[in-house]
């Protein structure tokens, strides 16, 4: 007999993935999402139609009669299903799996714990009400939030946070830690997810990382092309024009290829070894902000931008331009300053350790970075901005 697996945000960029590897395993899915099954299908069918090097096989899967898709609302109790109904469609479930978040930085605080706080609570309630064998939680690697030094992978009390986001993540993650060890729950932390490197992927399929990262080169792209045009990037001097920007040079940019992080999310959620674990899914060879900003001065830009640490860095000198670059880059200064490295040693243990080539090492991965931008930067950047909008 099959197993079935209950997943909430079932159709977002991880989940999607996600399901596909559950059902790679011989699961049968029920997939809890706002919009209704006909809707969804059209949809992913649209998105493979206008991208032939999207994954077909993910997307004729997740069509298909292993999956069932159910029209719910995680931020309601009982998903709005009511409890009968609830109750009967959690009958045969294996295993509930909640990836559903609000991952927008610039979400309302309110938002944020709708989603993110009261829809974690809904399904807790639901997976210790109707008994499903096991709960996995989809949390973040963030939630350790301002923390500098090495972060492991144990429960973590609040602290300052860069955001709502990660402050309700915590939140969500708190009301869990006491339920860790008396059932069957497992916690799984990734880290920055980005869509797969070296593949064209679908406008609408960016996560909110790949998102952020286009839009910062798109903002300095700007600039370059304005400079460009007067100067060809160049002093009169001859000297390549310097933009400055706030950042640590040695900060990590932990960012991880989402089919990768799937796959060790499948791993890690139906193995009976990491019941009553945590578990970060991070990139142990992680690009620096440095290396980021070399690989685009050398590949997409006239100028150079050269990054200052925050003590340094004094705003009352910076050009027009630059203060203008600056401020449309305040909500990720926070993800640009700071040491800390994740610790992963739960997931090595269980055989996985990224980057698993040598192409995807450090620099060489900020230039894979760069270069994801650069194959789909018309269709990229127009959604990314739209989906950022609410900032400016």
């Avoid at 979400?107 to 809904?122: I, S």
């Avoid at 060879?285 to 990054?307: A, D, G």
């Amino acid at each position: 007999m099959a197993h079935v697996a209950f997943i909430t945000g079932g159709t977002g960029l991880l989940g999607r993935r996600l399901a596909n590897e559950l059902l790679g395993k011989g699961y049968r899915l029920k997939i809890l999402t706002r919009r209704n099954s006909t809707h969804f299908s059209k949809a992913i069918k649209a998105a493979n139609s206008l991208h032939e090097a999207f994954d077909k096989r993910l997307l004729n899967q997740l069509s298909s009669s292993e999956v069932e898709y159910i029209t719910g609302d995680v931020t309601k109790p009982e998903f709005g299903l009511g409890r009968e109904n609830l109750k009967a469609l959690l009958s045969d479930v294996d295993t509930l799996w909640h990836c559903a978040a609000d991952t927008d930085l610039v979400a309302r605080h309110r938002k944020h714990m709708q989603v993110n706080v009261n829809g974690t609570k809904n399904v807790s309630d639901a997976y210790l009400r109707y008994n499903p064998a096991r709960l996995n939680y989809v949390s973040t690697a963030f939630v350790h939030g301002m923390r500098t030094g090495l972060l492991d992978e144990v429960a973590v009390e609040p602290a300052g946070f860069r955001n709502t986001y990660e402050q309700t993540k915590q939140l969500a993650e708190n009301m869990l830690y006491p339920l860790l060890q008396q059932n069957d729950i497992t916690i799984i932390r990734p880290s920055i997810l980005v869509a797969e490197l070296g593949n064209r992927s679908p406008a609408g399929d960016l996560s909110v990382g790949s998102k952020s990262i286009h839009l910062v080169i798109r903002w300095i792209r700007e600039v370059d092309a304005a400079f460009g045009r007067r100067f060809s990037g160049t002093s009169a001097s001859g000297r390549r024009i310097t933009i400055r920007v706030m950042g640590d040079p040695q900060c990590q940019l932990n960012c991880l290829p989402v089919d990768y992080c799937a796959r060790v999310l499948a791993a890690i959620g139906t193995s009976k070894n990491t019941v009553g674990g945590i578990y970060q899914v991070v990139n142990n060879e992680p690009c620096t902000i440095k290396h980021f900003f070399r690989s685009l001065n050398r590949q997409l830009l006239n100028i150079q931008v050269k990054v200052i640490q925050p003590k340094y860095f004094n705003e009352s000198t910076l050009t027009k331009m630059e203060q203008i670059l600056n401020r449309r880059m305040r909500m990720f200064h926070p993800y640009m300053a700071g040491k800390y490295t994740f610790s992963a040693e739960n997931v090595k243990r269980l055989g996985f350790n990224y980057p698993v080539r040598d192409s995807d090492r450090s620099e060489q991965f900020a230039q894979l970075l760069v270069d994801s931008y650069r194959t789909d930067e018309n269709d990229l950047c127009s959604k990314a901005e739209e989906s950022l909008s609410v900032y400016f």
